[in-house]
């Protein structure tokens, strides 16, 4: 596709729930990344995919939070037992490759996730 | 480590006048700097970036950015707000291989009529 994509683009779910967000890359991009903004706050980093290598869970606010990528290209971002905390907007971003001219990213609209 | 500090939360100016969203960065190495702007409900655009070429830096919508070393800054202007320039503005740090992006907190740009 032209853009990154992610669905759903809103998730309303009950405490305790599991769900599943989904971000495309654009094509050809070997990086991927997944940010959450909560309301009115900056960009908080959670993992990063580069190619086939093991990803960067640093930015993990815990073990309900895990991610993987298939093929090299859509990721899917999990969320177990969800708590309200959890309420924010999920973003997705790619790069095109690990170099300084290229190495800027590309989001995704967002999935809007609330917690009830 | 690298950290990004984006002094002011709010910025508010009036249509036709100057626009200054200061930023300053911390980085062990050279860095890549970058400026992303956020609509309201709209996704994260890409403005401008710095990769260790010109340190004076052109991007959209008639905004630049010049990279200072000494000062540790990028600082982003544009000579007339208008209207539609009213949103969040992110200065963004990165390492040369794409794999550290650190966000600061955002400064929210308000253009009064």
């Known amino acids: 596709g032209a853009g990154v994509s992610q669905s759903p683009s809103n998730k309303v779910t009950e405490k305790g729930k599991d769900v599943e967000l989904r971000c495309d890359p654009i094509?050809?991009?070997?990086?991927l990344y997944w940010y959450r903004q909560s309301l009115g706050q900056g960009l908080e980093f959670l993992i990063y995919?580069?190619?086939?290598?093991?990803?960067?869970k640093s930015g993990l606010p815990s073990d309900r939070f895990s991610a993987e990528r298939t093929g090299g290209s859509v990721s899917t971002l999990t969320i177990q037992r969800t708590q309200q905390e959890d309420s924010a907007v999920y973003l997705c971003?790619?790069?095109?490759?690990?170099?300084?001219?290229?190495?800027?990213?590309?989001f995704g609209p967002g999935t809007r996730l609330t917690v009830l | 480590a690298q950290s990004v500090t984006q002094l002011d939360s709010h910025v508010s100016v009036s249509e036709g006048t100057p626009v200054l969203l200061r930023c300053n960065y911390s980085?062990?190495?050279?860095?890549?700097l970058f400026w992303y702007v956020q609509h309201p409900n709209k996704g994260l655009q890409l403005l401008l970036k710095?990769?260790?070429?010109?340190?004076l830096v052109k991007g959209i919508n008639g905004f630049e950015a010049e990279f200072k070393k000494s000062e540790t800054s990028f600082h982003l202007t544009k000579p007339s707000a208008h209207m539609s320039d009213a949103a969040e503005y992110f200065c963004?740090?990165?390492?040369?291989?794409?794999?550290?992006?650190?966000f600061g907190p955002g400064t929210r740009l308000s253009v009064l009529p």
């Open positions: 971003a790619s790069s095109f490759q690990v170099a300084a001219a290229y190495n800027e990213q590309f």
């Open positions: 094509s050809g991009h070997t990086a």
């Open positions: 995919f580069q190619g086939n290598s093991a990803p960067d």
């Open positions: 980085s062990s190495y050279s860095p890549s």
């Open positions: 710095y990769t260790s070429a010109a340190t």
């Open positions: 963004v740090v990165s390492d040369n291989y794409g794999q550290n992006f650190v």
